[in-house]
């Protein structure tokens, strides 16, 4: 969960968010050389009254900002057309949950398990307990067990909503009438939280997403408590 002081990315809790983080760095690092090339280019005119015996009339300096912004593009593009087909991908996946976006709460139907289905609301600020986050915890969580193929499909009822978990590496637009999926796979156990990260109405900010990861064991028990309920 995000706090504060988190600067950067969440720790990953998939192999997709942690490519993510990877690409991310890569970036960073680019961008880092980049910046200290230009700026200390820049101080360096900037003392010498903008003269630069290298600048005046340098074809060797125009060949080369001409090259290296293309070749640094190369090495930002490869990595990142990779990272958009492995996000894209969906591969035999073992459990199949649907979310419905409604203004302003998630339904959420699990088809494989004789239609167990729920309303996830956000709880408020009145009734939280001391455990629960303020504006981040819901009645009714996604429950999914760990390293298990999870294939998300969303749909809106009413406008576009956007599911989004930042610690799966997750975010998929709810568009009314059209089906969308995403697969992702929680590598560890725990509590992570998200929200709709499209502007749908007046109560955006309140309509959290909270997965729970469990072993598949307690998931088994879980799921045929909600069956007979």
């Known amino acids: 969960m995000a706090t504060w002081k988190t600067l950067l990315l969440q720790d990953s809790a998939s192999p997709l968010m942690e490519q993510l983080s990877f690409f991310h760095d890569h970036t960073l690092m680019i961008l880092v050389i980049i910046t200290v090339l230009v700026g200390q280019l820049m101080i360096t005119l900037f003392f010498n009254k903008f003269i630069h015996r290298y600048l005046l009339e340098g074809q060797l300096i125009e060949i080369v900002w001409t090259i290296m912004p293309a070749v640094t593009l190369v090495f930002i593009a490869l990595p990142s057309l990779r990272l958009i087909y492995i996000l894209d991908e969906v591969n035999n996946p073992m459990i199949t949950i649907k979310a419905i976006g409604h203004q302003w709460y998630w339904s959420y139907e ?3 398990f004789k239609s167990v289905t729920f309303d996830s ?3 408020p600020t009145n009734e939280l307990k001391p455990y629960n986050f303020r ?3 819901v009645d009714n969580r996604v429950v999914i067990p760990f390293e298990t193929h999870i294939r998300i ?3 809106a009822a009413d406008v576009i909503h956007s599911w989004t978990v930042p610690a799966l590496g997750v975010k998929i637009d709810a568009t009314p009438g059209r089906l969308n ?3 992702f796979l929680a590598n560890r156990s725990g509590l992570f939280y998200g929200q709709c990260s499209e502007i749908c109405g007046a ?3 309140f309509m959290p997403i909270v997965i729970e990861s469990i072993s598949p064991k307690y998931f088994i028990k879980w799921i045929s408590n909600m069956a007979e309920a």
Request: glycine content about 6%; proline content about 0%.
């Open 110 to 112: 699990y088809s494989d």
């Open 121 to 123: 609301y956000m709880i």
């Open 135 to 137: 504006l981040l915890d």
């Open 153 to 155: 499909i969303a749909t």
């Open 181 to 183: 999926q995403v697969g």
């Open 203 to 205: 109560n955006h900010s």
